[in-house]
């Protein structure tokens, strides 16, 4: 399977630990994305990467959360001493810019509990 | 920044009615909007995308319309089917200046029933 990858897929956590997800795109892919998913809602924007370089992050980013694409391939998002609010489903997804389309490729997920 | 809304939250239908699910979105600079379909446990995956500078566009069973007045976009699917069943997310976004950030509704569950 060649489209993109999250791990872990599943995270169970206690309050106040770090966690780290990784991402691995679509390869000739330069843009990649984080969101978030709760139960019932759509996708939130988290940040996302051209290349290595972080272009926007959303400003209910709590700075608790990290997110790095050193060599511009794969991501990594962290979140420092968790809380219980940020348990949920963490979605990665990658796209080729300067396409007509806007497609994004999600992965599957890193689903978060924390208790 | 971009708000999208979407409605309804769930939809139930028979096997071969239509559906309809309907956005509307906040920012009059958006100019395309993508739909997502969620199977359970599944990644979203596009299924159908219309930009700006068109009224409808249609791949077989599903078509899309815009009313860019309005501001307001809705999903068409005819004849459904069982498979048809999952969680539809709509977006909007301006897509130049470099920056493309998808707003997702808080999507709709279609539910087909045989």
């Known amino acids: 399977d060649t489209g993109v990858s999250q791990d872990p897929r599943h995270k169970i956590t206690k309050r106040g630990q770090n966690v780290t997800f990784r991402c691995d795109p679509i390869?000739?892919?330069?843009?990649l994305y984080w969101y978030r998913q709760t139960l019932g809602q759509g996708p939130e924007f988290l940040t996302y990467?051209?290349?290595?370089?972080?272009?926007?992050k959303s400003r209910l980013l709590s700075d608790r959360f990290s997110a790095e694409r050193p060599k511009g391939s794969f991501s990594t998002l962290e979140i420092q001493r968790t809380e219980q609010g940020d348990s949920a489903m963490y979605l990665c997804?990658?796209?080729?810019?300067?396409?007509?389309?806007?497609?994004?490729?999600f992965g599957e997920g890193s689903r978060l509990t924390v208790l | 920044g971009e708000n999208v809304e979407q409605h309804p939250s769930t939809l139930s239908v028979q096997e071969g009615d239509s559906a309809v699910i309907k956005c509307t979105y906040s920012?009059?600079?958006?100019?395309?909007f993508p739909w997502y379909k969620q199977e359970l446990g599944k990644r979203p995956q596009l299924i159908i995308d219309?930009?700006?500078?068109?009224g409808e566009k249609k791949d077989q069973r599903i078509a899309v319309t815009l009313n860019k007045t309005a501001k307001h976009f809705s999903l068409h699917i005819t004849e459904t089917q069982p498979e048809d069943s999952a969680v539809y997310f709509c977006?909007?976004?301006?897509?130049?200046?470099?920056?493309?950030?998808?707003?997702f509704g808080r999507g709709t569950s279609l539910i087909v029933h045989p």
């Open positions: 997804a990658s796209s080729l810019w300067n396409t007509n389309t806007g497609e994004l490729f």
């Open positions: 390869s000739e892919h330069n843009r």
């Open positions: 990467f051209q290349n290595e370089a972080q272009l926007e």
């Open positions: 920012d009059s600079a958006s100019n395309y």
């Open positions: 219309i930009r700006s500078n068109v």
């Open positions: 977006a909007a976004s301006l897509t130049s200046g470099g920056s493309y950030i998808p707003t």
